[in-house]
């Protein structure tokens, strides 16, 4: 069944033979000068463009970075040899390659105005809170990608397979807010970098393995088999943790914010044309933007109502559309 569903998906005559598939992923053979010069010429431009899409909220420009990247190369190479049990050196040129990009975003960020909110910007804001479902579909470039290098005749989809393995924009993140001093921030988008690589070499694992390119490993020095699991499931736990952790705390926050809305609204129910227009959590505070054409009821009735809604103790702030702000105080004090 296995037999028939690898034959199905990657039919023999359109495998590449393995000798070609090493000589593009390992920048170690072959010509080692001008791959060595491609890709760190091109990976110093796409980190630049993706520096000045990030800073300009562009998400055209980002793409632009994504699709000339070339990071995926090594470490494609990376499941490859770990398949062949041997080392092609492109563990170091991903290690060299992310510091590069972390240093260039942290340089462009003295550009931005001392008081910027890094959150208001989409590019960083999206790159920063990853969830379980981002290492779905990670998983699933991840194969999408290997198979596209496996096979002669879809290599077409390999620009789509970079733009949805986001591996250079969220490091040029992780270098702004570095270079902001907002080091959770930067954890965020590193976490998110980090499950790309995880999707990518896992993947190319898999397809390369299902292939058979190990059971033809060339020489060269080895190492035990054993090693490159233990490395991969180190990375995953790594990967899973944060990423588990940052969903569970998202879906608390759409419950909370789902039921401090409904509290707002019965709060504001006998005041004729109010309304509810956003409730939303930033900094540990409970913001609830509301829309009233005369004066609001007493917050004290709104923190009774969002007791026992909500944990104890978040801070409750009401905006108006006319730019008033109260602090309501912290609910169940």
């Known amino acids: 069944m296995l037999s028939g569903l690898r034959a199905l998906v990657l039919p023999v005559p359109q495998r590449r033979a393995l000798e070609e598939l090493a000589e593009d992923l390992d920048l170690s053979s072959g010509d080692t000068r001008s791959k ?23 998400t055209a420009t980002v793409i632009g970075a994504m699709i000339i990247a ?8 990376i499941a490859l040899g770990s398949v062949q049990r041997r080392r092609t050196g492109s563990v170091l040129i991903v290690l060299a390659a992310i ?9 462009f960020s003295v550009v931005l105005p001392a008081d910027y ?12 809170s990853p ?15 290997a198979v596209a290098l496996a096979r002669r005749d879809v290599a077409a989809v390999l ?58 490993a060339g020489t060269g020095p080895r ?3 054993r090693s490159a699991y233990v490395a991969m499931a180190l990375l995953f ?10 969903t569970t705390v998202t879906y608390l926050l759409n419950v909370w914010t789902d039921r401090a809305r409904a509290a707002a609204t019965q709060w504001l129910a006998g005041l004729p044309g109010a309304s509810v227009t956003k409730v939303d959590a930033v900094s540990r505070t409970l913001h609830i933007h509301v829309q009233a054409p005369g004066k609001l009821p007493p917050v004290g009735e709104l923190l009774d109502r969002l007791e026992g809604q909500v944990p104890d103790g978040i801070p409750v702030v009401v905006n108006t559309m006319s730019g008033q702000r109260i602090e309501a105080g912290r609910v169940g004090d």
């Open 70 to 77: 070339p990071l995926s190369t090594p470490i494609m190479a």
């Open 131 to 145: 969830r379980l479902m981002d290492l779905v579909a990670a998983l699933a470039t991840g194969l999408a990608g």
């Open 223 to 225: 190492r035990p088999a």
């Open 237 to 246: 736990v790594v990967v899973f943790v944060p990423l588990a952790a940052n």
């Open 159 to 216: 620009p789509g397979v970079a733009i949805a393995i986001s591996l250079v924009p969220p490091l040029v993140v992780t270098g702004v807010c570095l270079g902001r001093l907002s080091g959770w921030l930067a954890l965020g988008a590193l976490v998110l970098f980090v499950s790309n690589l995880f999707a990518l070499v896992f993947g190319g694992m898999v397809v390369f393995a299902a292939l058979g390119y190990g059971e033809r």
């Open 36 to 58: 060595r010069s491609a890709f760190w010429t091109m990976l110093v431009l796409s980190s630049v463009i993706a520096a000045a899409g990030v800073l300009t909220d562009s």
């Open 117 to 128: 909110d890094l959150l208001s910007n989409s590019q960083i804001s999206s790159r920063t």
């Open 99 to 107: 510091l590069v990009v972390v240093a260039l975003g942290a340089l």
